[in-house]
């Protein structure tokens, strides 16, 4: 059986059968709101409490809350969490690369949001976006293998026809080995995982959860 890393919300473990899987890209897209971030943060707390010495490497593209890491981290040691916070889609793929190389004992890379950046430079020259785009991710597969630890993607997503998808999905969706979807439901705090693709898993699988002030329950 694939080592996972699991994420602590029932729900959530449920449907991927235990949790993430270790070597392989994770993606989660869903609207804003939905539970993202929170997952990301709650994923990085169990692979920092997982491991005694290793390091989550955690890109921040969105500006995340520290009041919000703390609620879901608690008392769980911070330190061990690198926030990078990159200025371009060029210094994202630097930054990364420069960390790889400090650090030989990695748990998980977390990318929240894998194509914020994507989206402001492809209005401005799209061959270009598009190419670095796809030299970015195309490391980030290898390396899971490499490291033998999982990397977690969240994307923006756009509605189309009344179809919601992740930017760049095309890229995304053959990058990665398991995707799920996040959505909101009418009741403010309920959300549903849906399984979109998994190697080993049914698809479309669906599991419900709350977002609350301590993450996903």
Known sequence: MIPRLATDCKGVDELLAG?????TVTLVYGEAGSGKTSLALQLSREAIKTSSDSVVLFVDTEGLSLERMEQIFGDV???RLLLIRPSSLDDLHQTLTKKLEQHDKISLIVVDTINAYVRLSYIKNKERSERQFLEMTSILQPLAEKGDFPVFLSAQVYEK???IGPYFGRSLMH???AIIHLEKDKAPSLRHARLKKHRSLPEEGV???LLTGNGLE
């Open 19 to 23: 949790g993430i899987e270790q070597g």
């Open 77 to 79: 040691d911070q330190d």
């Open 161 to 163: 026809d009344g179809e």
């Open 175 to 177: 990058l990665s080995k």
């Open 207 to 209: 599991s419900d959860f």
